[in-house]
């Protein structure tokens, strides 16, 4: 019996389902905002801000001290479209479904999947916490301890917790934490697959991905110092002197002599230096105006820092001055956003699908080729990612 012609939603469910298994750093962060982009009658556009958890100072005694709210917001922003195109013959489409993906879809949508994924490794740019040594590629479970140590320092729920390490990293972890006494599932999963799996040291999942980010740090040079002084809580500037002529690049961690982190819910120090994150490019000369996240000392409900920098003080910067490190990343689900939006199904084609699962809207379009037989067809995403929490993701160098 021939076999009956593949249909588009056949092709668009086979296409999702190849997406999704091949996501690994995507699939591993938070996507429930997703249904509320492209809703049928209420469409908020491309923007969503979302409401971060109020925090409040815990005063003493009996009478009453009122608080004004403290609730924070930051925007999730749907505007990276990616396709790929497909070209089917009408051959094509008489194979079997499985037959018809493994050798028609499969090497294609892995790729889009991969595009993804880089670039939602993006996200180390807005990451300051750090653990690993800069040019040494991470190969004992410490490094994966010292960044649950970074975790719970920021108070992040014990779970889900993920790592995301590239090839190099993910070879030496395993060969470094064979002789520990995983499960046997676990290590059955290593030899077979070149993975940890589940459960390893508090995490959820330990994953690899080719699409880890290498990040090239600026040619910051010089005893660089904090020029003025930080007096506003708030303030997202720190003015840096003593630079030579320069570059700071977005993605740069410094620390600040004598500013160190605080528990966000106890405010007490944590023992270790903030590690602040330059957010933009900056082109310096002696005097540079960096901007990071938003200080507050330890007064303040908001706080992330004992005390803000004063001038004068020591600044030192992760890693050799323009350098390529690995940026793998550790991160509870929360700290990373991702969202997707239905496409529009256009009119006057031949045929248009779209589905949705586990929060990825996928769109396919095909069209008819009458010269050649053939039926163009392409394959559509339209996504967008934001580092909601920085607090509670990491950064490994490698």
Known sequence: MSNSLLTIDMITRKALEILENNLVLTRTVNRQYDDSFAVEG????????????????????????????????TTLTVSSQKHIGVNFTTAELTMQLDDFAERVLKPRISQLAASIDADVANSFKYIGNSVGTPGTTPATSLVLLQAQQKLNENAAVMS??????????????????????????????????????????????LNMSQSVKQFTTGSRAGTVTVSTSVTSEGSTTVVLTGLTTTTIKAGDVFTIANVYAVNPQTRESTGSLYQFVALADVTASTTASVTVPAMYSATQALATVDALPVSGAAVTFVGAASTQY??????????????????????????????????????V??????????????????????????????????
């Not at 509870?332 to 990825?360: C, E, W, Y």
């Not at 037989?373 to 160098?397: E, H």
Request: hydrophobic share 40%; net charge neutral.
């Open 326 to 363: 690995p940026q793998n990343l550790i991160y509870h689900k929360d700290a990373i956003a991702f969202a997707t939006a239905d496409l529009l199904l256009p009119q006057g084609v031949d045929m248009a699908s779209r589905q949705v699962h586990n929060g990825i809207s996928l769109r």
């Open 365 to 398: 379009v095909r069209q008819y080729d009458i010269n050649n037989d053939r039926l163009p067809c392409r394959i559509d995403v339209l996504y967008g990612y934001s580092v909601i929490r920085p607090q509670m993701a990491v950064r490994l160098w490698g």
């Open 160 to 205: 889900p917790r993920y790592a995301t390490v590239n090839p190099a990293a993910n070879a030496a972890l395993i060969e470094g934490m064979k002789g520990l006494f995983n499960p046997v599932s676990a290590i059955s999963k290593q030899f077979k697959n070149g993975l940890f799996g589940e459960g390893i040291l508090g995490y959820d999942e």
């Open 42 to 73: 209420a469409k908020i556009g491309s923007t969503l801000r979302i409401r971060l958890p109020d925090r409040a100072l815990v005063t003493d005694g009996a009478a009453l001290q009122v608080q004004d709210d403290n609730e924070q917001y």
